[in-house]
């Protein structure tokens, strides 16, 4: 009973911690979230083509809405779901790995976790991600590093799954092959293990293979170019940003790594150094795989990160348990210094951060425009986020013209595509067609553009101003209303600015 009522009490901090921001606007890739699973559950794995993502977190998300409905707070409560249920899995895994008072650092850990608190609160797969991620990891520790064969189908679902959840779980798969391969060389039984996770990553392919063809061709035609290839100081920024704070990570620094050290100096426990040095392994492994991966095609984003937080979860949990009073002390103030900026955001003058300013953009246009009004955003993701806002009853376009499925963004080639855009082939025929009175509202993405910024940004900076250069000259329009909405955040592609445009 006080077993449940310590991880009952660690799963109201966890949730208290989450709830504030759970109704601000929406952002894009949240927009992107709804949008797709919008769809009929049929339809989605096949509209993901055009997306670039697996289809795990879209289905799940589908089922949700159809039970809890599609505002903010309802479509957020998915990831909170996964957040919260992290903090009793990360108790029970951790506890078959080490003993009860690791196992309540970790959930504490977990409750606590900025990562977990950010994403948790987001319409996104990344809580989902990092809590399969954390069965997987555990899993492959109990099957390949300690040979016990028990674990191996919670292994073959935890690793599936991840993969169906976020392409970047392949870098999990790349660290566990190293870690493997470690484990083979240095085991005392090889055959074994090299049965053990033959049997094991030959089932997760058989059962990943139908996601296969999809995935080559999402390589082909769908890339990041929002995204930079990082320099190798990214690397350790990396483990920085899923801690959240880098007071947490010096902290973990001087007082759980030292511990950590000393569980594999002393090799007393032999189940515990293997276990350590698995882990060590599979977080460096994975790390690297995927910042190599980012040299050849970028994609690395911070919100990405949280498949590192397993490997991290487990091995300061360990560390700060190892540390005696100096490991409680450390835990203490990490928690204090997690919890510090949402308790700071309770305060009536500190207005809450928001990644959007799309909601607000269109409840100022929203009264202006009519059934069959034409939307054009220059950067194609927000036309998603824009119809949540505004409905279905408007039609929406993108510098290439009409958006057939205004509820998805099509990645296709898009730089390509967006590069050779043109507003008279794009646009003009779109404004001919409005009958007297309709309105054209163009939105463009709020950031300043250098010669250093990519080449996305720079074509998302001249397609603003080509289309509007256009629609100030287009004889049959009157400027009716903007811009509207300055941005909260210089974040690029994170706000917005309106313009309303009247045919008279």
């Avoid at 506890?95 to 409750?111: E, I, K, P």
């Avoid at 935890?158 to 391969?181: D, E, I, R, S």
């Avoid at 990644?355 to 054009?376: E, F, H, I, M, Y």
Wanted: glycine content about 8%.
């Amino acid at each position: 009973m006080l077993v449940v009522a310590g991880l009952l009490g660690l799963t109201v901090v966890s949730l208290l911690l989450s709830l504030r921001g759970m109704g601000v606007s929406l952002w894009l890739d949240e927009g992107l979230s709804v949008g797709i699973a919008s769809h009929p559950i049929a339809d989605i794995p096949g509209l993901l083509a055009q997306d670039g993502s697996p289809p795990l977190y879209y289905l799940l998300l589908h089922a949700w809405m159809e039970a809890f409905g599609r505002s903010e707070e309802a479509v957020r409560g998915l990831s909170l779901l996964f957040g919260l249920v992290t903090v009793p899995v990360a108790f029970w895994l951790t506890g078959t790995l080490f003993d009860r008072r690791t196992a309540w650092v970790a959930a504490t850990f977990a409750a606590t976790s900025g990562y977990l608190t950010y994403y948790g609160r987001e319409a996104r797969m990344y809580s989902l991600l990092a809590l399969l991620a954390l069965v997987a990891v555990v899993a492959f520790v109990h099957v390949v590093v300690l040979g016990r064969r028990r674990w191996l189908p919670l292994l073959v679902a935890g690793l599936a799954l991840a993969l169906y959840t976020h392409n970047w779980a392949l870098y999990l798969v790349v660290g566990l092959g190293v870690a493997t391969v470690w484990a083979v060389v240095t085991g005392t039984d090889r055959r074994r293990t090299l049965v053990d996770a033959l049997v094991a990553f030959g089932a997760v392919a058989v059962l990943y293979l139908p996601w296969v063809p999809t995935l080559l061709f999402q390589a082909a035609h769908t890339s990041a170019p929002w995204s930079q290839r990082p320099d190798p100081a990214y690397l350790l920024g990396a483990l920085g940003s899923v801690l959240s704070d880098q007071r947490v990570v010096v902290a973990l620094v001087l007082v759980a790594l030292p511990a950590v050290f000393e569980v594999v100096r002393r090799g007393q426990d032999r189940a515990a150094a293997s276990t350590v040095t698995a882990l060590a392994v599979v977080l460096a492994a994975t790390l690297l795989a995927a910042w190599a991966s980012s040299q050849l095609r970028p994609a690395w984003a911070s919100r990405y990160f949280g498949l590192f937080l397993p490997p991290l979860l487990l091995l300061a949990a360990l560390g700060l348990a190892r540390a005696g009073r100096r490991g409680l002390v450390a835990l203490a103030l990490i928690v204090g210094f997690w919890a510090q900026p949402v308790a700071a955001s309770f305060f009536p003058e500190r207005e809450l951060p928001q990644k959007s300013n799309v909601r607000r953009a269109t409840s100022v246009v929203a009264p202006v425009l009519r059934d069959g009004d034409l939307v054009v955003s220059v950067h194609m993701e927000h036309v998603p986020l824009l119809r949540y806002y505004l409905g279905p009853e408007l039609r929406y376009a993108d510098p290439t013209g009409l958006v057939a499925d205004p509820a998805i963004a099509d990645w296709r080639d898009a730089v390509e595509r967006l590069e050779s855009a043109e507003p008279r082939a794009g646009l003009l025929p779109l404004v001919a067609e409005l009958p007297t009175g309709g309105h054209v509202a163009l939105v463009c993405p709020r950031y300043d553009v250098d010669p250093e910024d990519l080449r996305w940004f720079q074509i998302m900076d001249r397609n603003c101003a080509a289309w509007r250069t256009a629609l100030d000259a287009e004889p049959s329009l009157d400027p009716l209303l903007g811009p509207v909405a300055p941005p909260p955040l210089r974040s690029p592609g994170a706000s917005v600015s309106i313009r309303v445009y009247e045919k008279t």
